[in-house]
């Protein structure tokens, strides 16, 4: 069981970056999906959450990313996604993405998640 996050890097201010995260078990369709980050020095955050059943289903983001992120999840391709678009400085941080079967109500909750995968920087210059 493992998650492989890739599409980290460096981009500027008001730029673009997409991360991707690559599940290998058979039930991934089964798992609600989050990407979380964690900043030098700061606690791990919730950023975006999508529900098991995928793109189109519920979404939930946090404020600091509404409106500029937007999450996906592919079940045929056991992948989910996170498109970052007008990016800002302080979006520089390690990504990770994370699977979780708890509630929809607790997809922001970093300890819910049982599986995690390895992180990918983001750095946002100004």
């Known amino acids: 069981v493992q998650l492989q996050a890739s599409g980290g890097g460096l981009a500027q201010a008001g730029g673009s970056l997409m991360l991707s995260c690559a599940a290998s078990?058979?039930?991934?369709?089964?798992?609600?999906m989050g990407w979380f980050r964690q900043a030098p020095g700061k606690e791990r955050e919730f950023v975006a959450a999508?529900?098991?059943?995928?793109?189109?289903?519920?979404?939930r983001y946090a404020d600091s990313v509404k409106g500029r992120f937007t999450i996906s999840k592919d079940n045929a391709k056991n992948t989910v996604y996170l498109q970052m678009n007008s990016l800002k400085p302080e979006d520089t941080a390690v990504y990770y993405c994370?699977?979780?079967?708890?509630?929809?109500?607790?997809?922001?909750?970093?300890?819910?998640?049982?599986?995690w995968g390895q992180g990918t920087q983001v750095t946002v210059s100004s």
């Open positions: 999508i529900m098991r059943s995928g793109t189109g289903s519920s979404t």
């Open positions: 078990w058979s039930t991934f369709r089964n798992f609600h």
């Open positions: 994370a699977g979780t079967q708890i509630v929809w109500a607790y997809v922001h909750e970093s300890h819910r998640y049982t599986i």
